[in-house]
Structure formats: C-alpha cells, structure tokens
T-cell receptor, first 111, second 114 residues
Framework: EDQVTQSPEALRLQEGESSSLNCSYT??????LFWYRQDPGKGPEFLFT???AGEEKEKERLKATLTKKESFLHITAPKPEDSATYLC????????????FGGGTRLMVKP | GAVVSQHPSWVICKSGTSVKIECRSL??????MFWYRQFPKQSLMLMAT?????????EQGVEKDKFLINHASLTLSTLTVTSAHPEDSSFYIC??????????FGPGTRLLVL
C-alpha cells in the first residue's frame, strides 16, 4: 500500500530562518512526487513535480529535492507570506492521475 | 494556465435539501476529475474519481447515492450532495488532471448544512 508521511506536522520559523520539510514515501513504482501549498480556506496550489531521484526544482525561496525514499522542501530565508500548509503527494505508476497525500506540514513564519 | 474553478464557494442549506457543486477546468481539457473532502486541520480525503462520459469511481466508505457525480464534458464535473445533513458539512475540493497527469485544484466549496 502506498504511504506518504510528512514531518514535522507543524513548524514555526522566524523570518529569514531557513529550514526543510520532509516527505517520506513508499510506493510501488513512482511516476511522480508532487508538492502543493494550501492556504486556509483555499484549494491546494501546485508547486512542483519531481519524477526521478536526484531531481531538483526551484521556485523563488523554495527548492524541492527527491531521493528514492523521500523528498525535501527547502525554504530559504522564509517570509511571513510563506506561511501555509505544504502538502506532499505521490503518484504511482498505472494509477492515472491519482495521488496519495501526506498529512501536510503547517508552516508559520513570524516576522 | 491550468486554472480550475468551483461554484459556489460558499453554500448554506437546510437539512434534507440537495446541493450541487460545479467544477470547471477553464483553460485545459481534463479527462479525469477528482472530488475531495477536507476536515479542519486534516489532509485531503479522496471521495471519487470521475472520467468524462463514464461513471464515477467512489472510494471505500463514500456513498455513491449520497454524493452524485456527473462528468458531462472535458471541462465540467458536478458533485450533488443529496438530502444533505449536518454531518455533510465540510470543505469540498475538486481537481482536474491535465495531459502530464498533474492535478490542479479548485478553490474549494464550503458547505454548511443547518
């Protein structure tokens, strides 16, 4: 059974304090690993897709990396507007568009 | 690009009434759309997968007669909550899958059943 575990569940940072969010996964053949950002009361916003171990993608202060067992979302010098819940999801092979989500990490960045 | 809309964003209804939520992919065609439910401070729970022109596939524990899904075109899927009760109050989110299998999510619909 495909499983996705995100840690920590919640993370408080001071503005400018860099950190990383972890997404550990087990899947029977990975087609892609996805990162989304969700603000309260809104739908998830697509951030990145990673397809193979060693792949990295960046967007502004965010960088996502992937190994065969986990993915990290690195946040460099975060700002208060980066506060949100970050969701990780895996898409197995032969599952169409279906995603298995982790529980999310709630990030709070204080000014 | 890859914009998904939902309507309405908020709905309040009386117990026993039915509520329809629309999900549209605005700038791409989506052969597959998904409906999720989310409780406060929890992750997304997949309710069903709908493919254009065919019956939806429901996840275990989701009542298909309660949550009617119609995927009439490549850009529109609807979720109807029939005979809604207070326990159906929740945040409902749809998503649409593009050709490279990325799911793009709508803004969500908050349902409150009185």
């Amino acid at each position: 059974e495909d499983q996705v575990t995100q840690s920590p569940e919640a993370l408080r940072l001071q503005e400018g304090e860099s950190s990383s969010l972890n997404c550990s996964y087990t899947v029977s053949g990975l087609r892609g690993l996805f990162w989304y950002r969700q603000d309260p009361g809104k739908g998830p916003e697509f951030l990145f897709t990673l397809y193979s171990a060693g792949e990295e993608k960046e967007k502004e202060r965010l960088k996502a990396t992937l190994t065969k067992k986990e993915s990290f979302l690195h946040i460099t010098a975060p700002k208060p507007e980066d506060s949100a819940t970050y969701l990780c999801a895996v898409q197995p092979n032969n599952a169409g568009n279906m995603l298995t989500f982790g529980g999310g990490t709630r990030l709070m960045v204080k000014p | 690009g890859a914009v998904v809309s939902q309507h309405p964003s908020w709905v309040i209804c009386k117990s026993g009434t039915s509520v329809k939520i629309e999900c549209r992919s605005l700038d791409f065609q989506a052969t597959t759309m998904f409906w999720y439910r989310q409780f406060p401070k929890q992750s997304l729970m997949l309710m069903a997968t709908s493919n254009e022109g065919s019956k939806a596939t429901y996840e275990q524990g989701v009542e298909k007669d309660k949550f009617l899904i119609n995927h009439a075109s490549l850009t529109l899927s609807t979720l109807t909550v029939t005979s809604a009760h207070p326990e159906d109050s929740s945040f409902y989110i749809c998503s649409a899958g593009d050709r490279v299998l990325t799911q793009y999510f709508g803004p969500g619909t908050r349902l409150l059943v009185l």
